[in-house]
């Protein structure tokens, strides 16, 4: 049986990239009927998400950006690089509360950025990619679940 402290790892969750949702498009908008979104240019070292901010979805176009925050069940401070097309925020948006990491620039970068309702009203005219999201989603849970399982038994 595995020692109850490796259980925190099985938290992670993975990148959510834009061609597992929308097909690989250059920028979400150019999505057919996409949601409302902006394109802004960030210097180095600025953030673009805090600790405690309203939700709204994020992806990375150009540059190096990290994502941190305090893992409360390991009682440990956890960072990682976002990846190029990686999307931040669906599962925020989805459970309408306030972010509970921070994510801020590398290097200068631009990001996409669509508001919480927007992307929410989108989804919900649009089933097959709204599955698409919940079904990327599952994955999470499904790993979650296992690794309870291996942990138990």
């Not at 960072?79 to 948006?93: A, F, M, P």
Request: proline share 5%.
């Amino acid at each position: 049986m595995r020692d109850w402290k490796e259980i925190p790892a099985c938290f992670k969750r993975s990148p959510i990239f834009t061609d597992e949702i929308f097909g690989g498009v250059d920028q979400i908008s150019q999505f057919p009927a996409s949601p409302e979104s902006t394109v802004r240019n960030f210097a180095e070292n600025s953030f673009i998400i805090r600790r405690g901010d309203p939700s709204k979805v994020v992806r990375l176009l150009v540059g190096r950006a990290k994502i941190e925050g305090f893992d409360a069940i390991s009682c440990r401070h956890r960072s990682r690089l976002i990846t190029k097309d990686e999307i931040i925020g669906v599962n925020t948006v989805l459970s309408s509360h306030p972010f509970r990491f921070s994510v801020w620039t590398y290097t200068p970068s631009v990001f996409e950025i669509i508001d919480s309702l927007d992307f929410t009203e989108y989804l919900a005219a649009r089933p097959s990619v709204c599955f698409r999201v919940l079904k990327r989603l599952s994955l999470d849970i499904d790993t979650t679940y296992n690794s309870f399982y291996n942990t138990i038994f």
